[in-house]
């Protein structure tokens, strides 16, 4: 295989380290496919792991390709792949530890690469991937967002914060969120609304959301908690030690770490009907309440903690508390 351009790093720190260098493209292996880059986009991982800040992820190998979100045209495909061909106009996005997508050519799993709508530029297509997928997983699985509910988003003109915002409305909801004064007006324009700044009085906005998507991982727990109604749901995007520990907790708040594709519903579940504590899981609502009174808690689950939302006495299969390596 001939040689490409990428930029790339021979070791982690800021970026004074990234170098435009000649590379020898991988051949695909087997469910692999080789793409020609048209369009690439950057998310703030990338600072993340070129510093180093996920090196226990990202491992000690070098040099090492910078990017993840791409789109391009397919120019080789691996053993085993059946769904793409060559010349395919496609987007996706590498592997955690791979990365590359800052270069003339990359290889990704055939599972997290799909076909380009041909409605969207190149620069349109690369820039979904990675906050279209955290933003559907954070309201859609996480949040179990449904029509008519409401949801607040602080930082909501962000990469992550536009895709929530235009996934919520599409899907039947009401957006509010923060951003900062001089661009009221782009938020306006997405349909936000009620918009306030980023230091905002959660108080005047008291119990008016189902869900609190927190992109910048600011928010105070307690302004979170204040914009909530009862049994609704604070998801964080900023993963640290002290907030998955908070995560763990029963209570609303969750903090997400976004999965590949293939481990993503796309589809909205149908739920069951509410339980009797306004659960989605009724009948694990009751044998929930059987084993508390076996364990001589009388007390209904709601009424152990003011603040715990709906399902947490039950295992969710789509609680996100735990750090996936094979996430982002
Ligand atoms: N957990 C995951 O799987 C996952 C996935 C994707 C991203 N993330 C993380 O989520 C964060 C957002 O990602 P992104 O791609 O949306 O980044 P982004 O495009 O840079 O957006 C960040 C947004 O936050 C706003 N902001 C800045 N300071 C703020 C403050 N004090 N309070 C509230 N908002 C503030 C920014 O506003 P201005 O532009 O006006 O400054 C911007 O709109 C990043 O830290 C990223 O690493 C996590």
Not at 111 to 129: D, F, G, H, Q
Not at 244 to 253: H, T
Request: aromatic share 4%.
């Amino acid at each position: 295989m001939t040689t490409a351009k990428r930029i790339q790093y021979h070791r982690y720190g800021g970026p004074e380290v990234l170098r435009l260098e000649d590379f020898r493209p991988a051949r695909p292996g087997p469910g692999e496919v080789l793409i020609r880059v048209k369009a690439a986009a950057a998310n703030p991982m990338d600072r993340k792991i070129r510093n180093g800040e996920m090196k226990m992820l990202t491992g000690w190998k070098f040099p090492r390709g910078l990017g993840h979100d791409f789109a391009g045209v397919v120019v080789a495909v691996g053993d085993g792949v059946t769904r793409l061909g060559v010349g395919d106009e496609v987007l996706g996005g590498t592997g955690l530890k791979a990365a590359g997508a800052f270069a003339e050519m990359v290889v990704a799993e055939e599972k997290a690469v799909v076909t380009k709508p041909p409605n969207l530029s190149w620069e349109e297509a690369a820039a979904i991937p990675v906050v279209g997928l955290t933003a559907f997983q954070a309201l859609v699985n996480t949040g179990e967002l449904q029509a008519g509910q409401a949801v607040f988003i602080h930082g909501c003109l962000g990469g992550v914060g536009r895709s929530a915002a235009q996934i919520a409305l599409a899907r039947g909801a009401s957006v509010g969120g923060s951003c900062r004064d001089t661009a009221a007006h782009d938020a306006r324009g997405l349909g936000i609304n009620p918009i306030v700044d980023f230091d905002f009085d959660a108080t005047k906005l008291a119990k008016r959301f189902d869900i609190v998507l927190d992109t910048a991982g600011t928010l105070p727990i307690g302004a979170a908690q204040a914009l909530l109604k009862p049994g609704g749901r604070i998801i964080d995007i900023n993963p640290t030690p002290a907030k998955f520990a908070r995560s763990a907790l029963p209570g609303p708040y969750r903090v997400l770490v976004g999965k590949p594709p293939w481990q993503t519903s796309m589809r909205s579940r149908r739920l069951p009907r509410r339980g009797c504590c306004g659960c989605r899981l009724r009948a694990a609502c009751r044998s929930a309440r059987r084993s508390r009174r076996s364990r001589s808690l009388n007390a209904h689950p709601r009424a152990e903690s003011s603040s715990s939302r709906p399902s947490d006495h039950h295992p969710s299969p789509m609680r996100t508390s735990r750090a996936d390596p094979a996430g982002k």
